[in-house]
């Protein structure tokens, strides 16, 4: 599957606890976003990474959020000190970038349950 | 400030009858635009861009509309079916930056 991969599918965490969301982009794909999905709301732009760069954090709320994307291996969204409010689901995407536009392709999601 | 607007939060539609859902957008810098499907438990799956150079693109029962001077996008299934249910989400873009606003989504109920 050279589909954008996420893991976990699900992650349940106790609150204070620390959530770690893995992001494997498309194959080719340089450029990775994660979007929240808080229920019955659209997706929110958090972040946008390129490959050992953050572009845009402007969607990230200000504290126990962080967001990497090394050279090698996954994007990481990392929460710490997770509250309950942090329950929701997290998508991931990827596009080319470049200079022409395209879609972006998006993996089906960590659903975090803070508890 | 929602620059991305989808107005109708739910539409029901016969099987085999056109599918018409909306989008608004009030940023005037926007000019790449783009439909998802979105079922439960799975991410957003792409379904069809438009450029602003264009007014209209079209993919076998997809069609999408752009009225740039209204500053509305609309997406026509032609014709439905029972499989097109699902959640639908409309985006923008400002070509040569990388933020994809989306809207907040339309639940088409296509009924057999």
């Known amino acids: 599957n050279a589909g954008v991969m996420q893991n976990p599918r699900h992650l349940v965490r106790r609150r204070g606890q620390e959530a770690r969301l893995r992001c494997s982009p498309m194959?080719?794909?340089?450029?990775v976003y994660w979007y929240r999905q808080l229920p019955e709301e659209g997706l929110k732009f958090m972040v946008y990474?390129?490959?050992?760069?953050?572009?845009?954090e402007s969607g990230m709320p200000k504290e126990r959020f962080s967001a990497e994307f090394p050279k090698e291996g996954p994007s990481i969204l990392r929460i710490q000190q997770v509250v309950r409010g942090d329950s929701a689901a997290y998508f991931c995407?990827?596009?080319?970038?470049?200079?022409?536009?395209?879609?972006?392709?998006f993996g089906n999601g960590t659903r975090l349950t803070v508890t | 400030d929602q620059q991305v607007k989808q107005n109708s939060p739910s539409l029901s539609v016969q099987e085999g009858r056109i599918s018409i859902l909306n989008c608004d957008y009030t940023?005037?810098?926007?000019?790449?635009f783009l439909w998802y499907k979105k079922y439960p438990a799975e991410g957003p799956t792409f379904l069809i861009s438009?450029?602003?150079?264009?007014d209209k693109n079209e993919d076998g029962r997809f069609t999408v509309f752009l009225n740039k001077s209204a500053k509305h996008l609309s997406l026509h299934i032609v014709p439905s079916q029972p499989g097109d249910s699902a959640v639908y989400f409309c985006?923008?873009?400002?070509?040569?930056?990388?933020?994809?606003?989306f809207g907040t989504g339309t639940r088409l109920k296509v009924l057999a």
């Open positions: 995407a990827s596009s080319e970038g470049g200079g022409q536009p395209s879609p972006l392709h």
């Open positions: 990474l390129q490959k050992e760069n953050i572009i845009d």
């Open positions: 194959k080719g794909h340089s450029h």
């Open positions: 985006a923008a873009s400002v070509s040569g930056t990388y933020k994809y606003i």
């Open positions: 940023n005037s810098m926007f000019d790449y």
């Open positions: 438009i450029s602003s150079i264009k």
